[in-house]
């Protein structure tokens, strides 16, 4: 292992990376890292070499292993696939702080999907990183309530998982009204239907596969009606918006890669603000 100058957070050493293991806590999931995957980025580091280092601290009492790799395990796969010296960032990291440069590095890259986000959390939930939600949403600088939702999805039953095409494309409040429907008298008829549809080759769209599990029971006699759906577009036709007046609520559904936290936290004061308003105005005694 030779040192190099890094940056001032850490020194930069170039290690051998089947001597670098991957931290146990990490964000991403393994075997969703492979050759196929990682394709682009094989290209790109065959070519140019690996410009960004990842981040990683030494390892003391393992004679197989010099170095953890806290982010970057992407980059890991990338070196042992292409035998290269794996560059490294050393610091000093308690799993506390390494949470802490998971996230803050994942909201710099491409980001985790909620469904690695929420199996990651509950990861470090059950090995008692934290003493509590509330302080692991404020190390992280993720809203209580945001890790509370994404924690449905390490509850939901590999029944439900499996029944879309990849997990990933599971949306965050879909893990709370999917978790919902497993908690409660929905149970049996959403396992029929999850088995159902790991049976369909190819795999309806997520959308679709989503709907199918929580779509209403028609009453007996007659035909469930479809909710009314109307998507608004941007100039180039990308969906924005999707709202659907069903029987008893209207329901907006926004693509998660549309929305971060500040917009949604905007989006939902803006609507709090309308609805007390039109409350406000219902209960007003009549002008005399």
Same mark, same amino acid.
């Given at each position: 292992?030779?040192?190099?100058?890094?940056?001032? &957070?850490?020194?930069?050493?170039?290690?051998?990376?089947?001597?670098? @293991?991957?931290? #146990?806590?990490? %964000?991403?999931?393994?075997?969703?890292?492979?050759?196929?995957?990682?394709?682009?980025?094989?290209?790109?580091?065959?070519?140019?070499?690996?410009?960004?280092?990842?981040?990683?601290?030494?390892? &003391?009492?393992?004679?197989?292993?010099?170095?953890?790799?806290?982010?970057?395990?992407?980059?890991?796969?990338? %070196?042992?696939?292409?035998?290269?010296?794996?560059?490294?960032?050393?610091?000093?990291?308690?799993?506390?702080?390494?949470?802490?440069?998971?996230?803050?590095?994942? *909201?710099? $890259?491409?980001?985790?999907?909620?469904?690695? @986000?929420?199996?990651?959390?509950?990861?470090?939930?059950?090995?008692?990183?934290?003493?509590?939600?509330?302080?692991?949403?404020?190390?992280?600088? =993720?809203?209580?309530?945001?890790?509370?939702?994404?924690?449905?999805?390490?509850?939901?039953?590999?029944?439900?998982?499996?029944?879309?095409?990849?997990?990933?494309?599971?949306?965050?409040?879909?893990? &709370?009204?999917?978790?919902?429907?497993?908690?409660?008298?929905?149970? $049996?008829?959403?396992?029929? $239907?999850?088995?159902?549809?790991?049976?369909?080759?190819?795999?309806?769209?997520?959308?679709?596969?989503?709907? @199918?599990?929580?779509?209403?029971?028609?009453?007996?006699?007659?035909?469930?009606?479809? *909710?009314?759906?109307?998507?608004?577009?941007?100039?180039?036709?990308?969906?924005?918006? @999707? =709202?659907?007046?069903?029987?008893?609520?209207?329901?907006?559904?926004?693509?998660?890669?549309?929305?971060?936290?500040?917009?949604?936290?905007?989006?939902?004061?803006?609507?709090?603000?309308?609805?007390?308003?039109?409350?406000?105005?219902?209960?007003?005694?009549? #002008?005399?």
């Amino acid at each position: 292992m030779s040192e190099q100058a890094g940056p001032t &957070v850490g020194p930069v050493v170039t290690a051998d990376p089947f001597r670098c @293991r991957a931290w #146990a806590l990490n %964000a991403r999931l393994e075997e969703d890292v492979n050759e196929t995957s990682c394709r682009t980025e094989i290209d790109s580091v065959a070519r140019h070499g690996q410009l960004v280092p990842v981040i990683g601290r030494r390892v &003391v009492g393992d004679p197989q292993c010099d170095i953890e790799v806290i982010c970057g395990l992407r980059r890991l796969f990338i %070196a042992r696939h292409l035998r290269m010296p794996l560059r490294v960032e050393l610091r000093e990291l308690s799993d506390r702080e390494a949470a802490v440069a998971v996230e803050a590095e994942n *909201a710099l $890259r491409k980001p985790a999907s909620a469904y690695e @986000r929420g199996l990651w959390l509950a990861r470090l939930q059950r090995q008692g990183i934290y003493r509590s939600q509330e302080q692991m949403a404020l190390e992280l600088g =993720i809203t209580p309530t945001r890790i509370t939702r994404l924690l449905k999805f390490a509850e939901l039953p590999a029944a439900i998982i499996s029944a879309f095409a990849s997990p990933h494309d599971i949306l965050e409040a879909w893990a &709370v009204e999917l978790h919902k429907a497993w908690s409660d008298e929905r149970r $049996r008829i959403l396992t029929e $239907r999850a088995r159902a549809l790991q049976k369909q080759v190819p795999r309806p769209p997520a959308l679709s596969v989503y709907e @199918r599990l929580l779509a209403d029971r028609a009453p007996s006699g007659h035909r469930s009606r479809r *909710a009314l759906a109307r998507v608004l577009k941007d100039p180039a036709g990308t969906p924005l918006l @999707r =709202i659907e007046r069903q029987r008893r609520e209207v329901v907006l559904r926004i693509p998660n890669a549309l929305i971060n936290e500040t917009m949604e936290r905007t989006m939902t004061e803006a609507l709090v603000a309308i609805l007390s308003q039109r409350k406000c105005r219902e209960r007003a005694p009549p #002008a005399a």
